[in-house]
């Protein structure tokens, strides 16, 4: 068992969440061998054990678009074994958090196994299409210049849990994309039966200034499988993938999530324009051994 360890007076604000600067951010890759094994290595090798252990908050953001299972969505397994590590490091609330795109996300806590984690672990499931929002405004933004963001996210540790997946107009839809979801229906669902319908008006810019309004603190691809072409349909990744990434620097996870995928991150319109403003997409890769 990990000893908690929590200092004084060292809470944290959105502004002083992430680690050191680094020249180049790390990412760390491991080859999966079970999530319960694999996760904690990931996490070991970025030093999340320190950073996690001073959360009073952690908002676990997984990839729940649809009540289908991975590798559409992020399997139960990958989010269970860091709520696992979580409990094992702090004593802080954790929430599992989504704003599901093609159905209601209820339907996804029930169906994909999510209610068993606020059963076993006392975790809290919260829809982010229902939360209660604060408005945000950024001028510089050109598609989104305010955001209706969930409050829990203000004050709280985000870490992005996406799958790797292709996608048929963003090229991919990794850590950053993922921060979709947390984009409430009332306001984005522009009336389609797609619920963030109104932000894929202009995908790429939604995806980069919805980050710059919240990014998340962390991010940890399940890239256990992978879908090959795109996000609900086609083939999955032959052979599977099978590893985790891990990464603070979200647009440095994504980079290395494309590599994965065999596609050119410049080629990749949000992940070009977030390269130097949310983060840095030239990163220095460590392989973790099971």
């Not at 408005?135 to 305010?146: E, K, M, R």
């Not at 203000?154 to 963003?170: E, G, N, Q, T």
């Not at 200034?209 to 032959?238: Q, S, Y």
Request: glycine letters at 8%.
């Amino acid at each position: 068992m990990r000893r908690i360890e929590k200092q004084q007076n060292t809470k944290t604000t959105t502004g002083d969440r992430k680690p050191a600067i680094r020249e180049r951010p790390m990412v760390v890759v491991a080859e999966l061998t079970t999530y319960a094994e694999t996760v904690p290595r990931v996490l070991d090798a970025l030093g999340a054990d320190k950073v996690l252990a001073q959360q009073d908050r952690i908002v676990l953001k997984p990839n729940l678009i649809e009540a289908r299972p991975a590798p559409v969505t992020t399997d139960v397994k990958c989010v269970e074994a860091v709520i696992a590590y979580c409990k094992e490091v702090t004593r802080g609330k954790i929430i599992v958090a989504d704003g599901s795109g093609g159905c209601e996300t209820s339907e996804c806590f029930v169906a994909l196994g999510y209610k068993r984690l606020e059963k076993e672990y006392g975790v809290e499931l919260l829809d982010l299409n229902a939360a209660k929002t604060v408005t945000l405004t950024d001028p510089s933004n050109l598609f989104l210049s305010t955001f209706h963001m969930p409050e829990v996210l203000r004050d709280s540790y985000v870490v992005s849990i996406p799958v790797l997946k292709a996608h048929s107009m963003s090229g991919v839809t990794l850590g950053m994309k993922n921060m979709i979801g947390a984009a409430p229906e009332r306001y984005y669902g522009a009336g389609g039966h797609y619920k963030k319908w109104g932000l894929h008006k202009n995908l790429d810019r939604a995806i980069l200034e919805l980050n710059k309004f919240r990014k998340a603190d962390l991010t940890l691809i399940d890239a256990a499988v992978g879908m090959a072409t795109a996000h609900l349909w086609g083939p999955k990744c032959d052979p599977p993938v099978g590893n985790l990434i891990g990464s603070f620097d979200p647009v440095a996870a994504d980079r290395v999530g494309c590599d994965m995928l065999g596609k050119d991150w410049r080629e990749i319109g949000h992940i070009v324009l977030a390269d130097g403003v949310l983060g840095q997409a030239q990163a220095e890769v460590k392989s973790v051994e099971p």
